[in-house]
């Protein structure tokens, strides 16, 4: 069995250390990756502490992961050694159920998540990109277009996806008002995404510190919301919300600021339940949403887009070693925008 180096976590809230283990012997559908980058995204944060209550130890974070074919199985037929390919949030799916067809897969029960999950039919846990190499399912690898460098490739691997997703579901383009709630990963993507397809943009940041980098990215406008006139002054005037927060926050008082049949979409996802009011929604017929990632297809299909748009992640490169001081810097909001992790420092 090929043997992996990476860094896991022993237990909740463990910190990061070196970490050898076995991926799987590749099947004729599998294509083997050496890993070269890995986006650090908020959600390793919350599994390495268990803050949604179902992770499995030892865990290896990563499903930002770019890298490049070293081998491919018998049947492969859409990837060759060389080709520079992605792996997102998951690695498997439901095989069975009759929805299979439908490119929602990330929504089925049967999900093989990258990290965190069981191998299929085993009892070995999946173990995510913090590591120097992976196996995957031909059919649930992406394929990055060859003008987008790798590193800042990565993040859009989940952060790109789970803009992406959203804003394609709910028609952000011309003509639509769009709010992005924080501007860290997954909000500094989605200000360049919402801006790429015509949408009018404005960053909700607790302070105005990142505003000149915010209207760079394609915001039109910027706003504290540690400014209770931000919610006065933009009461009412958004189609779409979509909300990145990885904290408590008053949910209430952001769909305010939605139109009539506005709709505010919950991506980041607090470790506590948030409480709304039914009146933040009966009076305007406002709607109240999810979304979770994206297809393999959209995922395909969003890094088409990043391609011919020229978009990626701006990215802050770390070694592997400092991944544990990069954890701190993003639980406090110390990140612009994104921590990737350089696989050549593994050594
Ligand atoms: P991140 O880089 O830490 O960004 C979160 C941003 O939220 C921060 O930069 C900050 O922006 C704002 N924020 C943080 N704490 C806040 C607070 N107490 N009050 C108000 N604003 C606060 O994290 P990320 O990687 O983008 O991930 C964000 C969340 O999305 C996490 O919960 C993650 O697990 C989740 N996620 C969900 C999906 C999905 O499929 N739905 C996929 C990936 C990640 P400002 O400094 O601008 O205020
Ligand atoms: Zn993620």
């Not at 394929?143 to 709910?170: E, M, V």
């Amino acid at each position: 069995m090929p043997v992996a180096k990476g860094y896991a976590a022993a237990a909740a809230k463990a910190s990061l250390a070196p970490f050898t283990f076995q991926r799987r012997e590749p099947n004729d559908d599998d294509v083997v990756i050496a890993i070269r980058y890995c986006g650090i995204c908020h959600s390793d944060i919350h599994m390495v502490d268990n803050g949604w209550g179902n992770s499995v130890f030892p865990l290896v974070p990563g499903h930002e992961i770019a890298g490049v074919v070293t081998a491919v199985g018998s049947k492969v037929t859409k990837f060759k050694p060389g080709d520079h390919v992605g792996v997102g949030c998951f690695v498997d799916s439901c095989t069975t159920c009759a929805q299979r067809d439908v490119d929602h897969e990330q929504y089925l029960p049967g999900l093989v998540l990258t990290y965190s999950s069981f191998e299929p039919g085993s009892t070995t846990p999946t173990y995510g990109g913090y590591s120097d190499s992976i196996v995957v399912k031909e059919g649930y690898v992406l394929s990055i277009p060859d003008n987008l460098p790798l590193d800042a490739a990565a993040p859009l691997l989940c952060a790109g996806i789970t803009l992406y997703s959203p804003l394609r579901h709910w028609q952000a383009g011309p003509g639509k008002k769009v709010a992005i709630v924080g501007m860290g990963g997954l909000g500094h993507m989605g200000v360049k995404l919402a801006h790429a397809m015509g949408a009018e943009v404005t960053v909700l940041s607790q302070s105005l510190a990142k505003r000149e980098d915010g209207l760079k990215l394609g915001a039109s406008h910027y706003y504290a919301t540690s400014d209770a006139a931000t919610f006065t002054t933009l009461a009412g005037q958004f189609d779409l919300i979509v909300c990145t927060v990885s904290s408590t926050i008053d949910w209430n008082a952001y769909l305010s600021l939605l139109k009539v049949d506005g709709t505010f979409v919950v991506v980041g996802a607090p470790e506590q339940p948030v409480p709304v009011h039914a009146f933040a929604l009966i009076p305007h017929r406002r709607t109240l949403a999810g979304s979770m990632i994206g297809s393999i297809k959209e995922t395909q299909e969003m890094l088409d887009f990043c391609g011919e748009k020229n978009i990626v992640a701006d990215i802050e490169t770390i070694a592997m070693a400092d991944v544990n001081e990069a954890y701190q810097r993003i639980a406090a909001s110390d990140v612009r925008y994104r921590f990737v992790i350089d696989m050549a420092t593994l050594g």
